[in-house]
């Protein structure tokens, strides 16, 4: 007996979708995202914090909660799961994305594409998950106003800032709306457009410091790496140790359990290859791995295991610096739900995958059993390649400015390509309803994060949490 055909499924014509995007405003207006409310159930900030540190290096700690308290903006840095936490109760129009998780103005800055040139994109994808595509705009507004309360800027700086950036990105997921899916996912930033768009933007000084920043960004490569991070021991290159921030394998383990580590890190490189495109994984295997040194990266990520591994090519000058970072849960999953991969690893680069218009040739991830037999997921990219992030405290208020429209065009552009543009585009609107709405929203946010970030300054000052410079 023959089976009947599975008819294909009917897909919303273009103004089906536009028409679902307006509706979602009937029941999450553009206006209520002004607000936000700390209710009287409102976790302990705290405790979350310590609930994440339950699961890290117990002696990076320390560091993790000192480079948090340094300032409310390096507070917020490392916060994304206390504000994952509050944007679950705000209002939410429905569509779904696949999300950053940690959209901050400082995970944006320029990478490499694999053919050599300089982009603009999303770099952090620690969270990533699918959710409320709102979820990433407010993060990066928030962020905007903390950093520019920092330098200083008034109200009215700030909300020109803030409105300047969210414009950006309803006015791009406009254009996005409007374009064919395949002209969606070539779009990118690159180095060329970037200058152009400073044109009338910024000062002249301005440009031309972001010139030297670009030409920067091309020297922090893994050669680059290799002159500042190693050193020749008995005739051996060797990675050069920096305690606390950068230990040598050789330098905290006894000779029988180094040994067993580091045959499991040749386990997982070997193993990690088998997540890379076919030509990558040639690519790797002409590369020998020689040595490990565990290392403190970002102000969030402190006390997560990372591990950089030096391995060699054709000889001893032909480096190759990759990172292999612990992947656990996205601090989203307990609002959005769980990832649907099993590992973590495997979220993260699905996701950055996803958003970025051009990923690391090198991503790829593992899952490892370490030493002390647990089990846990790792994301593997190169340490360094070409990378150039903006220095928020050098900006003034023209240039944040300017820095925030570049940002929010690029969030509208990983958001397309995952998420209904038709509808998020219908939804925002023509007119500056959301743009305003977040302006109030981010300066509400600030308030708590400034509160949030006091609480934790007293709480090292009265003992009740460990702080380390670092």
Not at 73 to 99: E, K, N
Not at 132 to 142: A, G, H, M, N
Request: glycine content about 8%; some cysteine.
């Amino acid at each position: 007996m023959g089976h009947d055909k599975e008819r294909p499924v009917r897909r919303a014509t273009p103004e089906e979708r536009a028409a679902e995007g307006r509706a979602a405003r009937r029941t999450a207006p553009r206006s209520a995202h002004a607000e936000y409310r700390r209710g009287p159930d409102r976790p302990d900030p705290l405790a979350i914090l310590e609930a994440q540190s339950a699961l890290r290096v117990p002696e990076l700690v320390p560091i993790r909660y000192g480079r948090m308290t340094e300032s409310p903006f390096r507070f917020y840095r490392g916060a994304a799961a206390i504000m994952a936490s509050d944007l679950a109760g705000t209002p939410d129009s429905g569509v779904r994305v696949q999300l950053c998780g940690d959209a901050h103005m400082l995970n944006f800055r320029l990478l490499a594409s694999p053919e050599r040139r300089l982009v603009f994109d999303i770099n952090d994808f620690d969270e990533t998950l699918p959710g409320p595509w709102e979820w990433d705009v407010k993060r990066l507004s928030s962020s905007l106003v903390i950093a520019g309360r920092a330098n200083d800027f008034d109200e009215s700086e700030r909300a020109d800032i803030v409105a300047a950036t969210v414009r950006s990105y309803r006015e791009a997921m406009w254009r996005f709306a409007e374009m064919r899916n395949l002209d969606v996912w070539y779009a990118q930033l690159d180095s060329e457009r970037l200058q152009e768009m400073a044109v009338g933007r910024v000062s002249k000084r301005a440009r031309h410091e972001l010139e030297v920043a670009m030409s920067k960004a091309r020297t922090r490569d893994s050669l680059q790496a290799f002159g500042k991070l190693t050193e020749v021991v008995d005739g051996r290159r060797r990675i050069a140790a920096d305690p606390p921030l950068l230990v040598p394998i050789a330098d905290f383990l006894p000779d029988v359990e180094r040994t067993a580590l580091m045959a499991q890190f040749h386990d997982l490189v070997e193993r990690y290859a088998h997540t890379l495109p076919s030509d990558r994984r040639a690519l790797l295997g002409g590369f020998q791995l020689v040595d490990v040194a565990r290392k403190v990266v970002g102000v969030g990520s402190v006390g997560t295991r990372c591990w950089i591994f030096l391995l060699l090519g054709r000889d001893s000058e032909d480096p190759l610096f990759l990172q292999a970072k612990e992947a656990g849960p996205s601090v989203l999953a307990a609002h959005v739900g769980a990832s649907r991969y099993r590992n973590q690893g495997e979220r993260v680069v699905s996701g950055q995958r996803l958003m970025q218009a051009t990923s690391d040739i090198f991503l790829g991830w593992e899952r490892v059993e370490g030493i002390d037999g647990r089990t846990r997921d790792f994301y593997v990219r190169q340490l360094r390649d070409w990378k150039g992030i903006a220095v928020a405290e050098n900006m003034v208020p023209r240039g944040m400015r300017a820095f925030g429209e570049l940002c929010g065009a690029t969030l509208a552009r990983a958001h397309a390509r995952s998420g209904d543009r038709i509808a998020i585009a219908a939804y925002l609107g023509k007119g500056d309803a959301f743009d305003r709405a977040l302006v109030r929203f981010a300066e509400e946010y600030a308030d708590q994060n400034e509160r949030d970030h006091e609480a934790l300054v007293e709480a090292v000052r009265t003992g009740r949490l460990p702080s380390e410079a670092g």
